[in-house]
Structure formats: C-alpha cells, structure tokens
RNA sequence: GCUGAAGUGGUGGAAUUGGUAGACACGUUGGACUUAAAAUCCAAUGGCCUGUAAGGCCGUGCGGGUUCAAGUCCCGCCUUCAGUACCA
C-alpha cells in the first residue's frame, strides 16, 4: 500500500471543510490563544512559494496549541483595498471589484491546498463593505476625539465643547494644531457655527488640513511618509514631489510617547523595535526664541543642546521658513530669492543624494542672543529641514559638525565653549566629556547641569523651555484613487460633516473610469450616481442646504492601511451586524498571540495599528492597549534565476563556461526550463519564447550550463516556482516540512526544489512504518527501552523546537525518529500512536491518514500533546570524554550514579589515564561535561 | 555615518547556550537491484599527512585575549545583508 498523496490530501481537506474542524468557539473553558498571519493583499500573479512560509509556520503553531489544549483563533482574510488592487486592475483593463474577486478565488484555491487549519467563517475582506463599514465608523470615532495630555488618553468632542462653553480654552492641555488661539467661554458661546467648526478641526484626531504632503504624479495619489523609500513611492518606483493640498489626517503625534513606551511591553524582536523607535524619532531638549532685530517677529529654535547656547554665532532657517521673505533685508533680496528658486527646483531625491555641498545665503538680517544680546547673524541653508523641529536651528559650529561646516564654508565667527577642547579641525558633539567654558553662568558645568541651568535661565526670560521633539509626523490619510473605503463624509458650508452612524455603510460607487487623473481630482469626482438616499434626507434637513458644494460628499478615499489597523479585532467576532465585534468577544480574545509576517511593515502597519488600538482602547472598546503580543518576521524566500549569455549583437548564445571568452549580455530565463544540474533544454526554450526559435547555442560537453543568481522572487526574473505544482508532485505535507526545513524561520533564504526529495522520501519512510508491506502494520506489542527512548527524545526535541520557532530542526529530529525506529523494527501502538501526533502540526493530511487507521474517530487534531517523560531518555551509563591537561583525550563509561569523587576515582584508575600518566606529573584531570573535577597531581 | 542582524564543508543549515564542530538534508562518488531508466536500498563524502588501516595535524571571516576547554565569552578589525539618514 502506497503513500497515495494526492487522494489523502483531498480526502483530508474536505473532511476538514466539511465538519468545520478548526472553527474556534467564542465561548470555552479551554485558555485561548490567537494565531494571526499577516493578510495578504490578492495580487493578480496568485501564491509563489515565499507566500505560504509565514502561514506554515503559524498554521504548525495553532495546530500545535490544539494539540496542548487551548481554544485557538487562527482566522485569514484579505487586504483587498489599496493601491496594489487598483493597478493591478488597471493594467488588466477591468473593474477593480471584478479582478479582486477572481485573485481571492485563486489564493483561496491555493491555500486550500496547502491545508491550512484556517477558521474560514470569520474570513474578512477590507474591501467588503460589511467589513468597511466599521473602518468609516472608527474614522468618525476619531473625528469625534480629541486627545487630552493631562489624562493622557483620548475623549470625546462633546467634553471638549462642554469645556468651551464652560470655561473656554485656557485650560486645556491637548494635542492639536499650534496656531490654536485662547479664548474664553464668552468668546466660544459667540462663535457662529461654522467658526466652532472650526476650532474643533484644530482639536480633532483625525482632521482637514492644507498641508504639504508628498504628491506621486505617476500614482496620481499622495503617499504617507512610509510608503516613500529613498525619495521614490515604495510601489513602482516613481518620483515624489511636494505638493500643498487640503488632506485628511490621523494626529498620530498624539501617541507618539505612547507607541515609544508600548514598545517596552511587547514581545518583538530587538531590530523591529529599533526601527519604530528611529521613526518615532524622540528627541529631548529645548525649544529656543530669538528676537528678530528691526522686527517684531520671533524666530523659535528646537535644540538638543541649550547648554551650548553661548557658542551660538548664527542662525540658520530652511529656505521654506515663512520669516524668510519678511526679514530679508533689501540688499540681500535678489540673492536670497534665487537660492530659494534653486533649492526648490532640487527634488527630494537630489537633496537626499547630495549631503556633501554646503550651500546657503544671507538674509541681511540679526537676531538677538537671549542672555549675551549680541547680533546672531541669520542665514538660509538646505541643510535645515523644513519639516524637522521648526525648520529652524541656532547653529553652534563648534559643537555641531553641520554648523561647523558650513561656518567654515562662508568663514562665521566660531566661538569655543569647550574647557580644553581643541576645536581647529572639527566640532566637538561628546556630549559626556563636555565641560562648558566661556558661558557666563554656565561656565564649568557639564552637560547636564548646563542644560538644566541654561532652561531654567531662558524660562526665567520668558525665551524658551524644556522641550521633547518627536520626527514621527500626523499621517495623511486621504487618497486620490478610486479602489480604497470612501469617506462618511459631506461638507456643509466647507466644513466636513460626518454621515450619520445609521447609514453605514457608505457604500463604494459604481464609476464610469477608476483611472487615477494625473491634476490629483479624486476618480470618485466622475460619479454619476455618487448621491445617496439617506445622506440627501439628511441634507435636506440641514438650513444651509443652499450652501452645499457642487460636491457635498467627500471625494477622497482612505489609504491601504486603513483597514489593516484594525481587522485583528474584526476576527473575534467577523460576522456582527451590530459592532465592530462584541465587548465579550474581545474580552474573551484580548489580542493576538502571535502574529507572523514580513518585515516591510515595520513603520507601516504595524505602526498604525498600534495607534488605532491605543485609540479604540482610550475610549474603551476594546481592553487592551496593544494588538500584537509576540511578533515574527518570518524570511524571504529567495527565488534562484536562470541566466543565458548572448553574444553582443548575434542570436548565439554561449554556455556558462564560455562565456569570458565574448563580449556577451544576460537575459534571465524561466527556471522551469532548467534541470537539477544546471543544463538548460533547449528545446523547450525554443518554445518559451519566439526570439529563441532561430538562435544558436554554443555547447561546452554537449550541454548548454545556465548561470545562477539568487535575487527575489518575481516573475519579471522568471524565478517564481508556484505551490500548487509542488503539491501535485510531492505533496503539500512535503511542501509545508520543506519550507520549514530550508533554515531558520525569520532568515531570507535560496528556493531549490530538488532538494525536496529529502521530505518527501522521509514521508514515505513514515508511511512504512505504519505498513507491513500491504497492510497497516501497527501492533500492540510492547515498546522496548529503545522505542522509548526514541519516542521521548523526539517529543523534547519538538516541544521545545516548536516553543522557540526553531522549526527547520524538528524536521531533522523527525527523519532522525523515523530512520531509528525503522532499524528497530518497532511496530508498536504505544509508540506510533504519540509520534504521529507529534509530526501532525507539520504533516497535517499524512497524520490525519494515519491516525484514522490506528482506530480513531476524531480529527487527529483533538488529540493530547504526547507526555514528556524524562526517565526514558535516563542511562545507566554515560560515555565523558576526558581531558587531560587540555590536550589529550579519550573517552570513558561512568555510571550515572557516581559521586564526583567517586568519579575522580575511577578516572585516575583507569588505565588509559594511568597510560596517559606515565611518567608525567599531572596537574588536573577534567571530566566533561557539567561539573570540572579537578584531579591534582 | 548611525542602528540592527549575520559570517561554520561543494550547497541549505545543526551544535544541549562554554564541553567529542559539521547533526539532518541536498549534491557528488561508488555499489546493489534492473535489459535499461526511474524509484528504492547500502557505503563514502571538511582539508591535509602516512601505501592501507590504526592514527595524527589543521580547521567555524581575520588578529589578539580569558579558560583545563571557545563556533559560542571579552577586545580590536574585515565583509555581507536589512533599515535609516543633513533629525538640530
């Protein structure tokens, strides 16, 4: 009887379907545990085999909880909504909504056949409006916040007015726009409606603001600071411009300490953390005003150093600062405006790349130093970033290399500050062996005591105060695509009114073109039939009906990582009508576990998230303060490509080895066409491709020998090797223990289907030995010792692989198990039975097959994690090796009993040592491992 | 530059956290079974030395150090990958 893959697999899938196998129930005694992948955006080019790795990985884990007895939640879904979506449709020329849905059925059809335990009854799909309807209900849940500092937490707009009214707004602490102006309850009671508005915009969580943000003409979209990488969009590749246009945005700055201290509390590795700290960006010092001389204005400076502040011999703004034109003097006008005009006409990109130029100009103007009232030159440069601080610095050269360049560079003053510090070639920035000299009252403190003293001196002038900077900037959220969740938002005289909760959701639709338009008009604008009955009768209600905009709803879309922040919640409880999920539901399921996904989230998603579930959990739906417990960034599966060598202007190709021998150029080829040792078939690439039909092949040994590059895997560099085809030929068990089998779980490693030969001939192995040529040969006989010990080393090893994630070394440990149990002969129940159980987290359909004939009813995964019994594994008798004056060695049995000088005994009296010993006086014997015995000569 | 991770056979990778380095698998070589191929099974496989065996020496990026003992710990370098960058 032979190990029929394909038939087990479907058998299994089905059984599993059909009897709802892995439905997690919302009510049960069992402890719980949440598993949750990543969810996968439906792309149109379907599953390559890097896809599934972080699936098999936490699909082994749930299933492995199971098996330990807890009630575990391991939904999937789809991040349908987003950009990918979108240009995948357009390039396919159809609607957004029709292409989704056939790349769901195909990745559902893929994951199928992997047999994943998934709860498909909570599938959710962001772009599904049963799903979006409670992502435009947060959205006004935000709308209708404000976040209060000295609660720490976020509250409603409604205690926010009932402040104003009642006292104004002196004593409010919030995050909010800093152009904000006091004013009384007298003075809020008096504001029309629409100047209420107003001000409450300014206080609101997510609010309407004109802002600079990144335009990508290309996309025809605007792109929040993460989806920008190296100055061009992360997708496509595409130049990024800045743009002023009016946006929606999530006061992420809110949270800013928040997110920074949560850190703290979770399980994730020490890299990803770094890097939401870098993005978090805190930065601790003070904030500086210096009188502009000859004007009423003030410059305000952000700096980590205000103990250096008398070694300030200029200032210097970015050329955007908005004081610029007004204190330019008129001799300095025509140079300064020209700079400006070539700093702008720089891209991102180009003032990125070139960090080295020191350029900058004079504005003619002074400012005051607050304790010395000397004249502080003011300067423009681009080395000052607008969007930093506030685009402003008080440059101190002699303790800032930037500052020191550029005084150097246009020959500024530098004044020392530093007690014996020579300063001749560069700044000195060491900030714990800095003694402060020639500083008036600072002079002889170190850096912290002249940081404090400086702050305390400037509050006391009324100029400046302590000050934590952050660089995590408010996240834009509006989009000027089609495919993505509309807003529930019109507008009222301009001012952006939420719809009403009861009309959710604000279904996504139907439009004639969802193409981007390159001016940045929202495609949603192109709408004919983008009215809705209940928002008109809620219009109509409104007195200023006639002031409504041609367009009175919003137009925009929300952005991809909009339903991503928080669909972890939607899965306790996927199917409720009537809340995002139920307060019992997610008391019950708190958070995730375990989340397992790929590394390109790190300033992205799971950022958001954090944000929404901090958010969600100030106003009290939901309990807990992170979404995401413990976190594994699984590894890229790397693809192997093909490479052919052309010779320069001919059709002749030359195999690997000839190739130095002409000027020849690469073109990459599909790695189907290529057998194990690297021989391409020629006749297949003929086939592949028309421009292959006539060439030439130039052979070494008759074969024509392909070179190799390992590079991502995509179908552009016709590496992509599919999961379904490995299935049909070696299984999906073979698949699921291969790809653990590659390498550590989170490293990025090589593709190489030949080397799946390896599982696969081990499941066969495992298959006969439960078969006695045709027959199920499994008996009742007793376990020897040695059955035993092999069975209950394999359980260690496994547990505690599968508790540290190390699942490429179980592999081993279960070919390892099989191979001895063969030579053994052993045929036992008792020790069969909990072996399979042991492999069933990896091997899922093969366990399931084979657990049915050992007699049972149940899915195998109802059974009891086997017992660890650690007498099984305990000898007698141990082999140490001995070391002899760290050189020689041999190795010894000792009885485990033995007492230390017991053993020390035994080992000067064995006649290997006595031979050793010979004529030589020793000074120590050790005996390994555990314990050193010293044995004195 | 900064931050994080990592360098082990021909390849992917193990190594009980300081205790016989190279498990397991791929690949390669040889053999068995086959008319043959596939499949399967067996053996060998880090390098070097001695004719073989036994055995020995050298070996975990490089150079030092601690230790009876170092892939593992410490100091100083080199290289690769990832993230980030004029952050005041």
């Known amino acids: 009887m032979s190990y029929d893959f394909n038939t087990i697999e479907a058998r299994w899938q089905n059984y599993w379907a059909e009897n709802g196998t892995f439905k997690a129930d919302n009510n049960s005694d069992k402890p719980k545990y949440y598993v949750l992948d990543m969810f996968p955006y439906p792309s149109g080019a379907g599953l390559h085999v890097g896809h599934p790795l972080g699936y098999i990985a936490s699909d082994i884990y749930a299933r492995y909880k199971r098996h330990k007895g807890f009630n575990v939640l391991h939904p999937q879904g789809y991040d349908s909504f987003g950009l990918p979506a979108e240009q995948y449709a357009i390039q396919t020329g159809q609607h957004p909504a029709i292409t989704t849905k056939e790349n769901i059925a195909r990745y559902r059809e893929q994951l199928d056949k992997i047999g994943f335990s998934f709860d498909w009854s909570r599938e959710v799909k962001t772009s599904d409006p049963n799903f979006y309807k409670w992502t435009q209900w947060i959205f006004i849940e935000l709308f209708n916040s404000w976040y209060d500092k000295d609660t720490d937490k976020a509250r409603t707009i409604d205690d926010l007015e009932a402040i104003f009214t009642s006292e104004g707004n002196a004593k409010i602490n919030a995050v909010c726009d800093e152009d904000i102006t006091a004013f009384t309850a007298a003075d809020w009671n008096n504001f029309s409606s629409k100047e209420k508005q107003e001000v409450l915009l300014k206080y609101r969580l997510t609010y309407l603001a004109e802002t600079e943000v990144n335009w990508c003409p290309q996309l025809g979209t605007v792109l929040a600071n993460d989806e920008i990488v190296n100055g061009v969009s992360e997708r496509g590749g595409y130049p990024v411009i800045r743009k002023k246009m009016t946006q929606w945005s999530m006061r992420i700055s809110a949270y800013a300490e928040r997110l920074l201290q949560g850190l703290e509390t979770i399980d994730w590795t020490d890299s990803l953390k770094e890097s939401q700290r870098n993005w978090i960006g805190k930065s601790v010092g003070a904030s500086v005003t210096f009188k502009v001389k000859e004007h009423d204005e003030v410059i305000e400076v952000f700096t980590t150093r205000p103990d250096t502040i008398f070694g300030a011999t200029f200032m210097t703004l970015a050329p955007e600062h908005e004081l610029v034109a007004k204190i330019t003097t008129p001799e300095q006008k025509a140079a300064i405006e020209a700079y400006i005009e070539a700093t702008a006409k720089r891209s991102e990109r180009e003032r990125m790349a070139d960090v080295k130029t020191i350029s900058g100009e004079f504005t003619g103007a002074y400012a005051e130093h607050p304790f010395t009232k000397e004249p502080v030159p003011i300067w423009i440069g681009d080395y000052v970033l607008a969007g930093y601080g506030t685009g402003a610095v008080m440059a101190v050269p002699c303790g800032d290399q930037r500052d020191y360049d550029f005084a150097k560079h246009f020959d500024i003053p530098i004044t020392n500050i530093f007690e014996g510090i020579d300063i001749s070639e560069e700044a000195f920035a060491d900030k714990e062996k800095t003694i402060i000299a020639n500083s008036d009252f600072l002079n002889g403190l170190n850096y912290k005591k002249a940081t404090k003293t400086a702050i305390y001196e400037l509050e006391k002038l009324g100029q400046g105060q302590g000050k934590t900077n952050y660089r995590l900037r408010d996240a834009v959220f509006s989009r000027q695509r089609y495919w993505g969740e509309p807003f529930p938002v019109y507008y009222v005289d301009g001012m952006p009114q939420m719809i009403d909760v009861a009309h959710l959701p604000l279904a996504l639709p139907e439009v004639e073109k969802y193409l981007p338009t390159e001016t940045g008009e929202p495609p949603l604008g192109r709408a004919d039939i983008w009215a809705w009955d209940a928002l008109k009768g809620e219009l109509a209600k409104n007195e200023d009906i006639d002031n409504v905009n041609i367009h009175p709803l919003e137009l925009n879309t929300m952005p991809g990582w909009a339903g991503s922040s928080w669909y972890p919640f939607r899965y306790m409880d996927a199917n409720n009508d009537h809340e995002f999920a139920s307060a019992e539901a997610m008391q019950y399921w708190q958070n995730v576990d375990l989340y397992i996904g790929g590394n390109e989230h790190a300033t992205g998603h799971l950022l958001y998230s954090r944000f929404w579930t901090k958010f969600l959990k100030d106003r009290a739906y939901i309990t807990v303060d992170e979404p995401f417990k413990k976190l594994i960034n699984q590894g890229m599966i790397l693809g192997t490509s093909a490479i052919v060598y052309r010779i320069s202007g001919s059709n002749t190709y030359v195999s690997k080895g000839l190739k130095d021998q002409y000027e020849t150029e690469e073109l990459r080829v599909d790695v189907s066409l290529i057998n194990s040792s690297d021989e391409l078939n020629i006749d297949a690439l003929r086939k592949w491709q028309p421009q292959f039909n006539d060439a030439d092949f130039e052979l070494e040994d008759e074969k024509y020998i392909v070179g190799r590059e390992v590079e991502k895997m995509s179908k552009r560099w016709f590496n992509v090797v599919n999961p379904d085809g490995i299935c049909e030929q ?208």
């Open 730 to 937: 070696y299984g999906a068990d073979s698949l699921r223990l291969y790809e653990m089998f590659l390498g550590p779980l989170e490293q990025a490693k090589p593709w190489n289907t030949a080397g799946i030969t390896g599982v696969h001939s081990f499941l066969k192995k495992l298959w006969k030995l439960y078969h006695d040529g045709e027959t199920f040969g499994v008996t009742d006989t007793e376990p020897t010792k040695e059955n035993l010990k092999t069975l209950h080393k394999t359980i260690k090893k496994v547990e505690e692989d599968i508790e540290n994630f190390s699942f490429n070394t179980s592999v081993s440990t279960f070919m390892i198990a099989v191979n001895e149990l063969t030579a053994q002969k052993c045929t036992s129940r008792a020790v069969l039975e909990p072996l399979i159980v042991l492999i069933s987290p990896y091997a899922p359909h093969i366990a399931e097959e084979l657990w049915q004939k050992l007699g049972h009813d149940e899915s195998i995964s109802t059974a009891a994690f086997p017992v660890f019994e650690e007498k099984h594994l305990v000898e007698s008798t141990k082999q140490y090796p001995i070391s002899f004056n760290g050189k020689m060695r041999f190795t010894m049995e000792l009885s485990l009993e033995l007492s230390k000088d017991e053993i020390e005994a035994a080992v000067m009296a064995h006649e290997k040592t006595q031979e050793q010993l010979a004529g030589r006086e020793p000074k120590k014997v050790i005996v390994v491992p555990g314990k050193i015995v010293n044995v004195v000569g």
